[in-house]
């Protein structure tokens, strides 16, 4: 269901920036990505420099989905001067590198995993899920995700898999064992099994260029319903800065 595009403030959220409630479920809401120029003027002051945008983001919402990890290891420094300028309860979600999910995908990778997992572990309370996103060729092999997730020491991570075969019982089960769940995301191709949503926690990627407030509120209602202990909850981004209006709304909801 699509309608006439929502109109909501950005102003900042109450002290402390806190995860939102719903009922049981604590809430951490943002976009995949934050340093973007094209938001100027949109979401972000027409005059903000680069190096004040994070500063102005972390004030209106208490999450945000890293994507640059994907293409590169990340740097410590770097991840020490975010975690500086944000609130204590906000919360970074990293996307892994894809050395390790595309390139060597998943096979011999001890290495670059512990790497990453040392690195990130600088932003301590800060850090988020780590988001695992795999290439539709990623075909199913359990034996290597079993591998794999033993090699995470307890770190909370969400699964992307874009190859139908992994979505099935085992695959589950495994992740649930481990404290990790699948990744739900919404696309228009397809639905999400009934399974997923039986994990412990959540972690949602909304994909649509835009919803609704009567979307919004589905989304909202479902993941209430659910028996997580919280739900990250991601809105992509597009160069109208939908994405904010839509994680704003999506916010302040009740």
Known sequence: MRGAEPHVSFGCVESGNGGHYTQRVRLYVGTSGFAYKEWKGKFYPEKISPREMLHFYSARFNAVEINSTFYRMPNRVLLEGWAAQVPEDFVFALKAPRTITHDKRL??????????????????????????????????????????????????????????????????????????????????????????????????????TYYCDLDLSAWRSKIASQEWESAYVFFKHEPEALGPKMSASFRQMR
């Open 107 to 208: 096979t011999d990778v001890e290495r670059e995993t512990e790497q990453f997992l040392t690195i990130t572990s600088v932003l301590g309370r800060k850090l988020g899920p780590v988001l695992f996103q795999f290439p539709a060729t990623f075909r199913y092999e359990f034996s290597r995700l079993e591998e794999f997730v033993g090699l995470l020491s307890g770190r909370r991570a969400a699964f992307e898999f874009r190859h139908g075969a992994w979505l099935n019982r085992e695959t589950f089960d495994l992740l649930r064992s481990r404290g990790c769940v699948f990744c739900i995301t919404d696309r228009e191709q397809g639905t999400t099994p009934d399974m997923i949503w039986k994990a412990g926690w959540g972690y949602l990627r909304l994909r649509q």
